[in-house]
């Protein structure tokens, strides 16, 4: 486990990294005896100090949803990471590329809650109780952290988020399947990625009812009006300058973003 000190350290240079948009070597050869313990609390420490300049916390998102992405990272559970509010981007703006270090895109379904979850014992009827409303949404994804990465590079570099865009067409998550939504990742016209959101644990919801759970030991509370991104059923898809990503969900509508 690392000192106070070099958990520090490493936060420092994650937000030198997202400063010079210039990924930095793995935390996890500067201090090969990190553990995710450590890796969660260099996160923490990034976000605390966004937020203590001037961003505020609207949410978190979900990772390694899926056995595969799992079994290759080595681990046996998913991760998460926090949402900031100056990571909003408004549905089919035009993001300069320049704003990050290697760019992809996921699509997902983003939950938000009009109760708050609080652990241990939630399940998926407690987070479809929860929830006022289900929202097709892409996830900008970003490595402050040189390839190739290790589970603590990761979850140190807060799950790799970036960015979020909201679009298409909010519904009840009592009013549709949730599990069989399907989205389409269109690059340029053409099709980049496409899946379904039961590829998520069997259940988008079940991502929130860990995170909730995971959170418990420590009081964490899933708070109403979070933003909660349940996990990417494809695999990202690069951006790169001049791209135009647009996500189809079917009925649910569409989402975009183009990077100039």
């Known amino acids: 486990m690392l000192s106070k000190a070099d958990r520090d350290k490493a936060a420092d240079l994650l937000l030198t990294a997202e400063k010079d948009r210039k990924p930095v070597v793995q935390l996890s050869k500067t201090w090969p005896d990190i553990t995710i313990e450590d890796a969660y609390a260099i996160s923490s420490e990034v976000t605390r100090r966004k937020i203590a300049a001037g961003a505020r916390l609207i949410g978190h998102k979900i990772g390694l949803t899926s056995k595969a992405m799992q079994q290759s990272s080595q681990i046996n559970e998913p991760?998460?990471?926090?949402?900031?509010?100056?990571?909003?981007?408004?549905?089919?703006?035009?993001?300069p590329h320049a704003n990050y270090c290697v760019p992809r895109v996921e699509l997902e379904l983003a939950f938000v809650l009009a109760?708050?979850?609080?652990?241990?014992?939630?399940?998926?009827?407690?987070?479809?109780?929860?929830?006022?409303?289900?929202?097709?949404?892409?996830?900008?994804?970003?490595?402050?952290?040189q390839n190739p990465r290790k589970i603590f590079d990761t979850v140190a570099d807060n799950g790799a988020a970036a960015g979020i865009v909201i679009g298409g067409r909010p519904v009840g998550p009592m009013d549709i399947d949730l599990r069989w939504v399907g989205g389409v990742m269109y690059r340029n016209s053409e099709i980049e990625e496409t899946g379904v959101s039961a590829g998520v644990l069997g259940h988008p919801?079940?991502?929130?009812?860990?995170?909730?759970?995971?959170?418990?030991?420590?009081?964490?509370?899933?708070?109403?009006?979070?933003?909660?991104?349940?996990?990417?059923?494809?695999?990202?898809?690069?951006?790169?300058k001049g791209d135009t990503l647009h996500a189809d969900f079917g009925p649910l509508g569409s989402v975009a973003v183009q990077f100039v």
């Open 205 to 240: 919801a079940l991502g929130i009812a860990w995170l909730a759970n995971k959170l418990a030991p420590f009081g964490g509370v899933l708070e109403p009006g979070n933003i909660m991104l349940s996990g990417s059923f494809i695999r990202p898809v690069w951006a790169e």
């Open 79 to 95: 991760d998460y990471g926090h949402l900031l509010d100056n990571m909003l981007v408004a549905d089919g703006a035009k993001v």
């Open 115 to 145: 109760k708050p979850l609080k652990g241990p014992g939630v399940g998926l009827l407690d987070v479809l109780r929860a929830t006022e409303y289900v929202v097709p949404s892409i996830e900008i994804i970003d490595a402050r952290v």
